[in-house]
């Protein structure tokens, strides 16, 4: 029997569509994933959308049930804790190695952070999770490590849904820990940089596994 070939642009587009709805909570963690309805809603047959899941399953987004079906991956404290664990090691290694930063770089993070502080004012998380990434990444590109940006953009496509909680419980001290970061580099301080940084993944971390813990 010939095996019809997978159509990899369809294949694509099940995918963005699918990541998308994941890691900005539209499809909350445990939600059932029905190939036939993400085939309607992307236009496309049930083929490109099983290849689809699988690649979500690799990347952790997606778990398949045995006789259940795929279902969007659940939250935990232990994955929390081990990816930003990770991150830190990463990211602060980044800053650490970046180059020195120009007023214009100092000025260009001012306004993001100007941007995010008016974003989480008027309660719109999805700019604030935006923004927030435009920050970090404005930063972590100077270190020139294409290999390190790569690995820390996987790590966040996991983070977000965990960034997105923890606005439910942040006020500003989110921002005051980003200007630390800030005047840190505006010295070109690299070392307080990254502990800066480093002290604002943990107060992440701490955040969310205080809030986890109150819900237990």
Not at 60 to 66: C, E, K, R, S, T
Not at 181 to 191: G, H, K, P, T, Y
Request: glycine share 2%.
């Amino acid at each position: 029997m010939k095996k019809t070939p997978v159509d990899n642009s369809s294949v694509d587009q099940v995918l963005e569509f699918a990541r998308q709805r994941i890691v900005s909570g539209e499809y909350p963690p445990d939600t059932k994933l029905l190939p036939k309805i993400l085939a309607a809603e992307c236009g496309t047959s049930l083929i490109p959308v099983r290849e689809a899941m699988r690649v979500l399953e690799s990347e952790g987004l997606v778990v398949f049930i045995h006789n259940r079906g795929a279902f969007v991956a659940p939250l935990s404290l232990s994955e929390l804790n081990e990816l930003y664990k990770i991150r830190i090691e990463l990211e602060t290694e980044a800053v650490r190695g970046a180059e020195t930063l120009t007023s214009a770089d100092i000025k260009k993070l001012r306004e993001i952070l100007r941007l995010s502080s008016v974003a989480s004012k008027a309660k719109d998380n999805r700019t604030v999770i935006k923004l927030n990434q435009d920050f970090h990444f404005s930063i972590y590109r100077h270190s020139n490590s294409p290999l390190r940006i790569r690995l820390i953009e996987t790590l966040w496509l996991h983070s977000e849904r965990y960034q997105r909680y923890s606005l439910e419980f942040r006020e500003n001290t989110a921002d005051l820990e980003h200007l630390a970061i800030v005047d840190a580099l505006a010295r070109d301080d690299s070392d307080a940089a990254a502990s800066a940084l480093e002290q604002h993944l943990l107060s992440t971390v701490a955040l969310l596994n205080k809030a986890w813990s109150a819900l237990d």
